[in-house]
């Protein structure tokens, strides 16, 4: 079993939180929506606090920003595609390209990042930072996010 | 990534998650996503290939056309995890009287320092920067070989991040270093576990401390859970 399968093999046990009548928001077309990306790779600046192990709360990141630290805590994955292209985990130079051609309608002043590795229960991410990030993204007029996992 | 599509959705925004366990999308069903059958670090497939990226960006944003969720759709491609080794050329040995993995870790400065002169940033920093590396590995050869972990006074205390900065050091010089491809998935992290003195130390380390009877969390995560000494 190789890293990659024994990771699945482990995540895949973990406990899921369900949720009752989950919401569906059925957004503008895309070639007038303002994309985000969110992000669990713990990105931050180097001017911006680190992730701590642990951490359950959320770095706002620069449209602008290309000098991103990967502050994921886990040993566990590859981290040097990253060191090579951080597109493959962060695509903001793909969503750039997509608005010039009119595909999306905007790229999104602010984009987000947290780290994946949350207590089990995820009641912070649940009910208190997942919902500040939200609304900062709402009030920076995006409709759509695209959530990326390390 | 499943609870943030569920809070941010709550919120009013459509979300699309790029999932990297099946299980997981099955079980907390986000209102739509697009499961990768990636390398874990990679959720966008294959570095430096932007025609690949915008596959899968394409492929995500078709999921926002479906009138209820939610909608779990395969990527096609399965990106394999297996590496191919890479050829990465570690300098020969020049102060013979350092251990070896010191006298490495030096060796392969200037590679950092031009690799993270190019990316303008670098992973190395939770708790040593580059010039703290080599003092840095030598603490580790002194667990290795018999040192008491809890008196070696280990730069910043933590081993999980002190791991974390060696590694990277030597990840990101690699960069440098390789010819031939961009090195696969975890290629580099055989690379520095299985052909470097330092990697070496470090598994070494990490099976002194574990054997004696410290925690799990002082030595686990010290390197990926798969690797042994």
């Known amino acids: ?150 | 990534m499943s609870v943030l599509a569920h809070v941010f959705e709550a919120a009013g925004i459509a979300t699309i998650v790029l999932s990297s366990v099946r299980e997981m999308a099955v079980k907390t069903a986000p209102p739509r996503a697009l499961h990768c059958e990636f390398p874990l670090g990679r959720p966008l497939g294959r570095p430096g290939d932007p025609e690949f990226q915008h596959d899968v960006l394409a492929r995500a944003f078709a999921l926002l056309d479906a009138p209820v969720g939610p909608v779990l759709v395969d990527h096609p491609v399965a990106v394999e995890s297996d590496a191919e080794q890479v050829s990465c050329t570690l300098p020969p040995r020049f102060e013979p009287g350092l251990a070896p993995a010191v006298d490495e870790a030096k060796g392969i400065r200037r590679a950092y320092d031009r690799v993270a002169t190019r990316r303008g940033v670098t992973s190395v920093g939770r708790v040593i920067n580059a010039d703290g590396v080599p003092a840095a590995v030598a603490s580790l050869v002194e667990i290795a070989e018999g040192a008491d972990w809890r008196t070696a006074e280990l730069p910043g205390g933590n081993t999980t991040a002190l791991c974390h900065d060696i590694r990277s050091y030597y990840e990101e010089a690699a960069l440098d270093l390789v010819t031939g491809p961009l090195p696969g998935p975890r290629a580099l992290e055989d690379w520095f576990f299985e052909r470097t003195e330092t990697g070496r130390v470090v598994l070494a380390a990490r099976d002194a401390i574990r054997k004696s009877g410290a925690k799990s969390p002082v030595w686990f995560y010290m390197a990926p859970a798969t690797r042994s000494s």
Do not use: C, K
């Open chain 1, 1 to 150: 079993m190789n890293g990659d399968q024994a990771m699945r093999a482990h995540s895949s046990t973990l406990p899921g939180p369900s949720f009752d009548s989950p919401a569906f928001v059925r957004p503008r077309p895309l070639a007038e929506s303002t994309i985000a990306i969110v992000t669990s790779a713990a990105l931050h600046t180097p001017d911006d606090a680190a992730f701590t192990g642990g951490d359950t709360g959320y770095r706002l990141i620069d449209r602008a920003r290309r000098d991103l630290i990967l502050g994921h805590w886990s040993p566990n994955f590859d981290r040097s595609a990253y060191a090579m292209d951080l597109n493959v985990v962060y695509p903001i130079d793909r969503l750039e390209e997509l608005a010039a051609a009119g595909v999306i309608g905007a790229v999104a002043p602010r984009h987000v990042s947290f780290a994946g590795n949350q207590p089990d229960d995820v009641s912070t991410l649940r009910f208190d930072s997942g919902p500040a990030a939200a609304a900062a993204l709402r009030a920076d007029g995006v409709d759509v996010v695209l959530l990326t996992p390390v």
